[in-house]
Every structure is written in C-alpha cells, then in structure tokens.
T-cell receptor
Framework: ETGVTQTPRHLVMGMTNKKSLKCEQH?????MYWYKQSAKKPLELMFV???????ENNSVPSRFSPECPNSSHLFLHLHTLQPEDSALYLC??????????????FGDGTRLSIL | AQSVAQPEDQVNVAEGNPLTVKCTYSVSGNPYLFWYVQYPNRGLQFLLK??????LVKGSYGFEAEFNKSQTSFHLKKPSALVSDSALYFC?????????????FGAGTRLFVKA
C-alpha cells in the first residue's frame, strides 16, 4: 500500500463523544500535517509534526488533540466538539518541513459530522 | 504575510476548449507555487509546481502554469479541456526566503467542463 491513508472515511458523533482520526503514510516522509477543509474556505492548517515533534499548533482549540507516535502515524483525538467543527479533515505528509519546494501528499480525508 | 487569491469561485468551459484558472499571490520573498486538484470525495492531488527557472511549467494530465513575477500570478492552463477535468482546483504558495513549513492555500476554483 502506498501514499497517505486516513481512517475512518466518515464519522458521525455527538458533542459529548470522544473519537480519534488516524493517518498513516507509506512514503518515508518526515513531516505530517492536519488540515481542516470547510466549504468555500481555504484549507486551515491545524498542526504540523516533524519527526514526531510538534512544530506548529495553529491556534486550534484544545478539544482537538494531536498525537504523532512515529513519523508514519498521526492521530487527531476529538473531544467535546461543536457543530462548527463539522468538516473534512485532511492529513498530509511531505519529505521534510524545511523542504519548501516539495509538494504535500494528501489522504482522502475524514468527513466529520457533529450532531 | 503570505496570501493567495483565486478570484473565480467557478469556471465553466466546453470540452475541447482551452481553460484557464487564475491565481495571484503575495509573499515577502521569492515564491514556491503549487497547483493541486481535488476530485469528489478525495484528498488534494499535486499537479505541478514552480520553484525557479522557466516561467512555464508543465504538470500532470496535460496541465501547465505560467509564472508571472511582475503580475504576481500563476495561472493554470490546459489547451483542450476534458469532461474528466471537472474538479476543484487549489493554488498554493510558500515563501522560499523565510523558509518555514506553512503553505498557504487559496479558497479553490471549481471547474466545470461541459460535454
């Protein structure tokens, strides 16, 4: 299997639930990213990890908690979400955070709906 | 600060006709510029990039883009559109001089190619 894989593809949860999104990359990259994609808005960068170390937390509410146990796996733990958190959550990877001329490789996303 | 503008929410073109999707950018230093495409229920897919050198860059699926420094533009083009090109297109920029890992994405342009 190659590329960036995200699970689950769809998730419906209540505001009081706890769930986790998973991302796995098989590209040997050192950097991983979480983005939020809402309709008709630019992609919002949430978190960046470089070799399992968080290098960016882009003013994201604490109800989103990332985890990067190794350079191939990235999680987004969700707790007490709000309806406005409903969106497509995209994971991406790139060779290194410092390689600005390299593109990012994206997974197909998790479509999250908050009831 | 970096920014990207995609002035058109939607572009409509007939199959076989040339297409252009517009993008303008703003960075303090030299830009690294990217185009991505997103098909329904999929993540973003890299199409092409401009780093340095020839202003006309060629990418996947017959797409090309022209870097214009004086107009700070990086328009995506294709000589003959296909119905299968219908998708959401994102322009993105990184500042080559300041380094860092933050890629700024535009809000996207939806391309409809009519048979």
């Amino acid at each position: 299997e190659t590329g960036v894989t995200q699970t689950p593809r769809h998730l419906v949860m209540g505001m009081t639930n706890k769930k986790s999104l998973k991302c796995e990359q098989h590209l040997g990259h050192n950097a991983m990213y979480w983005y939020k994609q809402s309709a008709k808005k630019p992609l919002e960068l949430m978190f960046v990890y470089s070799l399992e170390e968080r290098v960016e937390n882009n003013s994201v509410p604490s109800r989103f908690s990332p985890e990067c146990p190794n350079s191939s796996h990235l999680f987004l733990h969700l707790h007490t979400l709000q309806p406005e958190d409903s969106a497509l959550y995209l994971c991406a990877s790139s060779q290194d955070v410092s390689d600005g001329n390299q593109p990012q490789h994206f997974g197909d996303g998790t479509r999250l709906s908050i009831l | 600060a970096q920014s990207v503008a995609q002035p058109e929410d939607q572009v409509n073109v007939a199959e076989g006709n040339p297409l252009t999707v517009k993008c303008t950018y703003s960075v303090s230093g030299n830009p690294y510029l990217f185009w991505y495409v997103q098909y329904p229920n999929r993540g973003l897919q890299f199409l092409l990039k401009y780093i340095t050198g020839d202003n006309l860059v060629k990418g996947s699926y017959g797409f090309e883009a022209e870097f214009n420094k004086s107009q700070t533009s990086f328009h995506l083009k294709k000589p003959s559109a296909l119905v299968s090109d219908s998708a959401l297109y994102f322009c993105a920029v990184r500042d080559a001089n300041t380094g860092g890992f933050k890629t700024i994405f535009g809000a996207g342009t939806r391309l409809f190619v009519k048979a």
